[in-house]
C-alpha cells in the first residue's frame, strides 16, 4: 500500500528573541515570543500564540488556535484539545474549533488535558489533571474533571 512520508519540521514559525526548540518537534504557522523553550517531540500547529518565557517540556501537543500567556510551564505530556466533536465525529471546519487561552504565570502539570476553556492568571493544573471548564480564580486544581483544591 502506498503511504506518504513526513518528517518532522519547524515551518512558518514567527519567533522573538532567544527561542530554544529542540528537535524533534513538529512547529508550524505559530508564533513564538521571547526566551520561549520548546522541548522534544512537541507539537504546535498553527494560529497558536506562546508568550514570552514560557516552558513547554517534551511531548506535548498544542493544538490550533491556542493562545499562552507569559511566564507559563507546560509539562511533560500535556495535551490541548479544542475540536469537540459537536456532530460525533471531527470538526472539518476549523472555524467551529474552540479557543483556548492560557492566562500569565500558568502551571500545568505533566499529563493534564486541556480542553476548550480560558485559564487565568496564575493558575495551577495538577499532574493528570482534566481541565473541562474554565478556570477564573487563582488557585490550584486537580482530577478529572479538575477541581479547586485551594486558592492561591
Given at each position: 500500500m502506498p503511504y506518504t512520508s513526513?518528517?518532522?519540521q519547524i515551518k512558518n514559525v514567527i519567533t522573538g528573541n532567544d527561542v530554544v526548540i529542540i528537535e524533534p518537534a513538529n512547529v508550524y504557522g505559530?508564533?513564538?515570543g521571547d526566551a520561549v523553550f520548546i522541548g522534544p517531540f512537541v507539537e504546535i500547529q498553527a494560529n497558536t500564540v506562546?508568550?514570552?518565557g514560557t516552558k513547554i517540556q517534551s511531548h506535548s501537543f498544542?493544538?490550533?488556535y491556542v493562545t499562552v500567556g507569559e511566564e507559563c510551564f507546560i509539562g511533560h505530556g500535556v495535551m490541548f484539545a479544542n475540536d469537540m466533536f459537536r456532530d460525533g465525529k471531527p470538526g472539518p471546519d476549523r472555524d467551529s474549533w474552540a479557543r483556548i487561552v492560557v492566562g500569565n504565570h500558568v502551571s500545568i502539570g505533566s499529563g493534564a488535558t486541556i480542553l476548550a476553556v480560558t485559564l487565568c492568571d496564575g493558575a495551577v493544573i495538577g499532574a493528570g489533571s482534566v481541565v473541562t471548564k474554565d478556570i477564573t480564580e487563582k488557585g490550584v486544581y486537580a482530577g478529572n474533571p479538575a477541581k479547586l483544591l485551594r486558592l492561591l
Open positions: 513526513h518528517t518532522a505559530c508564533t513564538l506562546i508568550g514570552r498544542v493544538c490550533e
